[in-house]
């Protein structure tokens, strides 16, 4: 193990390790912008500088790897001075407006140039020219604001293999984004907004649609109700100041009633509902070729992530009969809310406004599809992401942390630990196998605490066999039957078990796949991060959601059993189909 | 790279784009596979149909499984490929040391303004596009420009117009024009 000192401390770090990481095992943070923890370092932004005893120059701590005995300054004269010529020479080419930009809370490069003391830019630089990007329903782009870091293009590359971003032309008219400067909009893009997540700075962002939710507040006609996603309970404190994997769901609860929503209720609901009409589907898939020898699409995917279906329409077109055909949680309960909860009391579907809070911009472009208008209007209004709830309720004026408890409303706010789940990768098949299992067999699933362990954490492809035996009648065609299943989470990682499916090299009978690191609470619209810490933290406080609750599995909340009940009848009935499940559409393949 | 030289044959000018990207699809097959065989593909491709439309790119990102922005990129990284057609007569202006110091900067200068396009444009009717290259051994004639294969020497950024009105004229039954000038001179 080489040794070296850092700023007069010596420590013993593993073979191969970065000088970057090094630092931070000595307590010493360095700046930077383009690395991306194991996932970029490729020396681009040069603001990490640090002064190696020897080098003739300063070093890019993030592309240096320790050697035995190296003696390294981060704080010195020279140090200081490196970063801020280097902090000067991008604000030169930089388009900023702090003032008005979305990212002036949480600007990485602002808050470097705060902290290096810089008052003034001694350069004149050449801008990439603004042309904002309005061109999808989740994104905005500011090229004008870009400093070339490339965190997009590897994220978007690589992580999720689309590759929407790249450098185009060169010199000093190099830009970063769509093919040939096109509007994102005429490429393949998936809306994940993985890219927005990890842009230094406002290149990048959200579609802002806060205002919207306001007037639709305001308008004394509208009877306003909100959804909350299972991800944001676990986020949205990281708003305020709270650690990551810190629930806040009592004071989230709190914060939208003052806010005046007529109604708070719960995505969390619809999850249990798609429960039961997705785990149906399965058992009727399963059905149909096990038993009835019918031709059937299997594995059958999960389709609650819009990401990862706008992806298999872009470039899997012949696989679309394998995604369950019904619809996200946050489109079945706005096809709900406009029927069900409408009828209840008294209104036109016209007269109700749905809003979503969604870890995710993709959902933007979901609740705009053409095929999300169950009740003849659109299913879902407006969709704000955690980062935009957070900014509303600043807005606002509300004291997030000094807010009270409250609960969800009825009849649409009620939900079983399964629901909470969805949050996390491998949350969405072990929600189904609760239910499933106890179907199938009467008892319960024989996994301890009902986690479904070999599906959890952050490998980016998992498996597991449940073998099923002890059947009830009906479904005696699956005794002795291992049921196969798979999760995968970003979709590069979609992409290779998708593969290995083509190929025949694996087989199953039900596939997740969540189009985010992580699943939603890594989501395209949660709070910035970049490291696997915050994603543990907020799946780790997912399943204590879980586990605190009373009900912990979809087809025992009461709330669900009265809506078939009283509206739906059955799942996979007549009603549902119209409702709750979908079809899916050809897109272009570049 | 050495192919920068493949341009559009005239023969093949009537040819339409869509018969045109047909002939695409052999060259991916045959590129697909090898390792960096994207340049090369891309290249052959501006051969077929004499610059690389925005289709054929396309066509080129998904035979080789990658990106539209991904080979967008790259095509705008390199100054030999073009994304807009040629015109019929390539006009190159050397930058090289020789000609620059005798003022090849001004003569760019003048043809910029007098087709009213820039480096690796084309005109709007289609008959000149212009780009710079880097010395075609005239040094001792600078400044030189290249129209097609003919070499231009000592140009005069006030002459320039001349010049080119005579490959106007070529269309129209000009050709002999040229040739007998071509004669004159060697
Ligand atoms: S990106 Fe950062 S530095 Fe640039 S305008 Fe926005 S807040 Fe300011
Ligand atoms: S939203 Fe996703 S797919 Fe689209 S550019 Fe960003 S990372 Fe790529
Ligand atoms: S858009 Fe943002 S993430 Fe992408 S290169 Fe520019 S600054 Fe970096
Ligand atoms: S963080 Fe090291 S060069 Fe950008």
Redesign the pocket.
């Known amino acids: 193990m080489p040794s070296l000192m850092i700023n007069n401390e010596t420590i013993e770090v593993p073979d191969g390790t970065m000088l970057i990481d090094a630092a931070r095992q000595a307590g010493v943070e360095i700046p930077t912008l383009c690395y991306l923890e194991g996932i970029q370092r490729i020396g681009a932004c040069r603001v990490c500088l640090v002064e190696v005893e020897g080098a003739r120059t300063l070093m890019t701590a993030c592309t240096t790897p320790v050697t035995d005995g190296m003696k390294v300054k981060t704080n010195s004269k020279r140090v200081r001075e490196g970063r801020r010529t280097v902090l000067e020479l991008l604000?030169s080419e930089?388009?900023?407006?702090?003032q008005?930009?979305?990212?002036?809370d949480d600007?990485?490069?602002?808050k470097l140039?705060q902290l290096f003391g810089i008052e003034e830019v001694h350069y004149k630089g050449s801008k990439v020219p603004r042309k904002t990007d309005w061109s999808t329903s989740a994104l905005v782009r500011d090229p004008g604001?870009c400093i070339m870091c490339r965190r997009c293009i590897t994220v978007c590359n690589e992580i999720q293999n689309v590759g929407s971003l790249a450098p185009q032309g060169r010199g000093f008219k190099m830009s970063i984004g769509p093919a040939f400067e096109h509007p994102l909009s005429d490429v393949v893009c998936v809306q994940c907004g993985q890219c927005s997540l990890v842009c230094?700075?406002?290149?990048i962002s959200e579609r802002d649609q806060i205002e919207k939710v306001f007037e639709a507040l305001d308008d004394p006609d509208k009877h306003v109700v909100v959804q909350t996603a299972p991800a944001i309970r676990a986020a949205l404190g990281e708003c305020f100041d709270y650690p990551p994997g810190t629930l806040v769901t009592g004071k989230m609860v709190s914060a939208l009633r003052r806010l005046g929503f007529d109604a708070v209720f719960d995505t969390n609901f619809a999850a249990d509902l798609t429960i039961m009409e997705e785990g149906n589907e399965l058992l009727t898939r399963l059905k149909n070729a096990l038993q009835d020898g019918k031709q059937t699409a299997l594995p059958m995917f999960t389709s609650c992530s819009p990401g990862w279906i706008k992806y298999m329409e872009h470039r899997h077109p012949d696989m679309l009969d394998n995604l369950s055909t019904c619809k996200s949680p946050q489109q079945m309960f706005g096809a709900v809310a406009k029927t069900f909860y409408a009828e209840k009391i008294g209104k036109r579907p016209e007269d109700i406004c749905v809003v979503s809070v969604m870890p995710c911009t993709a959902k933007k472009f979901e609740a705009q599809r053409p095929e999300m208008q169950a009740s003849g209007m659109a299913d879902v209004d407006v969709v704000l992401t955690t980062r935009e709830l957070g900014r509303m309720i600043r807005r606002a004026g509300i004291q997030f942390q000094s807010l009270p408890d409250d609960t969800m409303d009825s009849p649409l706010g009620m939900s079983s630990g399964a629901a909470d789940i969805f949050a996390n990768t491998g949350g969405v098949m072990e929600a189904a196998l609760r239910t499933a299992y106890e179907v199938i067999t009467g008892r319960t699933l024989p996994f301890e605490n009902l986690h479904v362990q070999p599906l959890s954490g952050l490998d980016g492809i998992k498996e597991a066999e449940v073998r099923i035996e002890g059947t009830q009648p009906e479904w005696r065609f699956l005794e002795g039957v291992t049921l196969k299943v798979a999760v995968a989470h970003a979709l590069g990682n979609a992409e290779k078990l998708l593969q290995r499916i083509q190929s025949g090299e694996s087989e199953y009978h039900f596939v997740e796949v969540m189009t985010c690191p992580g699943g939603c609470i890594g989501g395209g619209g949660q709070p910035r991060i970049t490291d696997n810490a915050t994603r543990l933290a907020r799946i780790e406080a997912i399943y204590r959601e879980d586990e605190g609750k009373r009900i912990r599995k979809s087809n025992e909340n009461p709330e669900i059993l009265q809506l078939y009940g009283e509206f739906l009848g059955q799942p996979l009935g007549e009603k549902s189909h119209h409702l709750l499940h979908t079809k899916y559409v050809l897109r272009n393949e570049v | 790279m050495g192919n920068e030289n493949i341009t559009a044959c005239a023969c093949q000018e009537d040819v339409p784009l869509e018969e045109l990207l047909t002939r695409v699809d052999p060259v991916i097959e045959q590129y697909r596979q090898k390792p960096g065989g994207l340049i090369p593909a891309l290249q052959i491709v501006q051969g077929i149909i004499g610059y690389l439309p925005e289709e054929a790119i396309k066509r080129i990102a998904s035979g080789f499984g990658k990106s539209f922005s991904e080979v967008a990129g790259v095509v705008g990284f390199y100054s030999f490929f073009s994304t807009t057609p040629r015109g019929r007569h390539v006009i190159r202006v050397c930058l090289g040391t020789a000609c620059y110091v005798r003022g090849a900067g001004q003569v760019l200068e003048a043809i910029k303004r007098n087709l009213q396009i820039d480096v690796g444009e084309t005109t709007k009717d289609r008959i000149f596009s212009l780009e710079v290259a880097r010395c075609f051994g005239a040094c001792g004639l600078a400044p030189a420009i290249m129209v097609d294969e003919d070499v231009h020497h000592r140009v005069k950024p006030s002459r320039v117009g001349d010049i080119f009105e005579r490959y106007r004229l070529r269309r129209n039954g000009g050709e002999a024009v040229i040739m007998a000038e071509r004669s004159a001179a060697l």
């Open positions: 604000l930089h388009e900023g407006d702090c008005s930009c979305v990212r002036n600007c990485e490069l602002k140039a604001k230094p700075v406002g290149a």
